[in-house]
């Protein structure tokens, strides 16, 4: 059972982390995962640990787009009856480029679990799913050094 306040805790967890994807912040978006952070991805087989998913998949992909944004608007979230474990269901976009620097649209969606030590407490990142829509390039190559 949510309620409104666990959705706009857990909207403002999500616009938390698309600025530190966006503005490529490791460092900021850390402490928002837990240490054994579970993840996997559109290419991605499953990783284990919070340091592991950042060298192995942030690291990958969040300097070689730009304008990412978690799509709060569709956010969907299910919550477990005592609201210390939810699960958030929503879609992402970015600007992802090809080889010769051309941009192209890179939408895609995303699972995620979430747990807290009490209501009061901030979410934590357990688990994440982000995965790219069909069809659209799996492999970004970063911003042209002029744009």
Same mark, same amino acid.
């Given at each position: 059972?949510?309620? @409104?306040? !666990? ?5 403002? =967890?999500? *616009? +938390?982390?698309? &600025? ?13 995962? @837990?240490? !054994? ?5 559109? =290419?991605? *087989? +499953?990783?284990? &640990? ?98």
């Amino acid at each position: 059972m949510s309620n @409104d306040s !666990d959705h706009a805790s857990i909207k403002a =967890w999500f *616009d +938390t982390w698309s &600025g530190y994807v966006a503005n490529v912040d490791f460092d900021s978006a850390r402490p928002m995962f @837990d240490e !054994d952070l579970l993840a996997f991805g559109t =290419w991605m *087989d +499953t990783v284990e &640990g919070r340091e592991v998913v950042i060298e192995k998949q942030w690291k990958s992909i969040w300097g070689t787009i730009k304008d990412f944004r978690f799509m709060t608007e569709t956010l969907q979230i299910r919550v477990s009856p005592d609201r210390l474990f939810a699960i958030a269901v929503l879609v992402w976009d970015s600007t992802g480029f090809h080889e010769n620097g051309e941009s192209y649209p890179r939408p895609g969606r995303a699972t995620v679990g979430l747990r807290r030590d009490n209501v009061d407490a901030p979410w934590m990142g357990v688990h994440t799913h982000l995965s790219l829509n069909r069809g659209v390039p799996q492999e970004s190559f970063g911003a042209p050094k002029d744009s």
